[in-house]
């Protein structure tokens, strides 16, 4: 995907081209990640991901047999969701919603959502559902730092309301991210849109540095309880 920039981004933006004789057309389609990062970025994914399910193991198998033993269902769940180069994977969680939750189709969380166990409620408030996400970070479909995956059915909406939001799909996405730490939670395509921002913020300036940063804001919103 080309585009032309503007003078605002000529000015705060480094646009490469490739032939001298035509307009300088921004290629915005392909990550411009150095190799380094990339490697540097994975075998971060790889130490903090191992580290991560050493450390929570007990908190996540005490949880399992809380949510098992709280609500019918599964301790665990499973969904695809849309990952690096839009190659679907499953992402794993604990259940932290009734069994038939989407008996009428795909429907996003909102605040009070009935759907919601009392259980599932103080999980999300820190975000422990979320736990085993980090087998998803070890496997390589996730990295620790990126864009929330999505389900295609929200993107194939998300992509009529904002196209560019298929850029997204350049990177890993992330157990946390830029746009969870600076919007949060998405309970309707709108707010999906105005997430989108800080997403691709990210995926601009994406560093070793800036996912210390990420993180670092993720965990103090963990133990403030300001997840939902």
Known sequence: IYISPDDYTLLVSKVTYDNLLSEPLMD??????????????????????????????????????????????????????????????????????????????????????????????????????????????????MSLVGPRPEREFYLSRLRLLAPHCALLHQVRPGLTSLGMVKFGYASSLDDMVARLKYDLLYIQNISVSLDLKVIFYTVRTIFRGEGK
């Open 28 to 141: 915005i389609s392909r990550s411009s990640l150095p190799d380094s990062v990339v490697a540097m970025k994975r075998a971060a994914d790889v130490a903090g991901s191992l580290v991560g399910l050493v450390i929570t193991a007990p908190v996540i198998a005490v949880l399992a047999m809380m949510v098992k033993m709280s609500s019918a269902g599964p301790a665990f769940y499973s969904q695809e969701r849309i990952g690096y180069h839009r190659k679907p994977f499953r992402i794993y969680k604990l259940r932290t919603m009734t069994v038939d939750a989407e008996t009428d189709g795909p429907a996003l969380s909102a605040d009070d959502d009935p759907r919601v166990t009392p259980l599932g409620r103080v999980m999300r408030k820190y975000r422990l559902d979320e736990l085993p996400n980090l087998w998803n970070v070890l496997r390589g479909d």
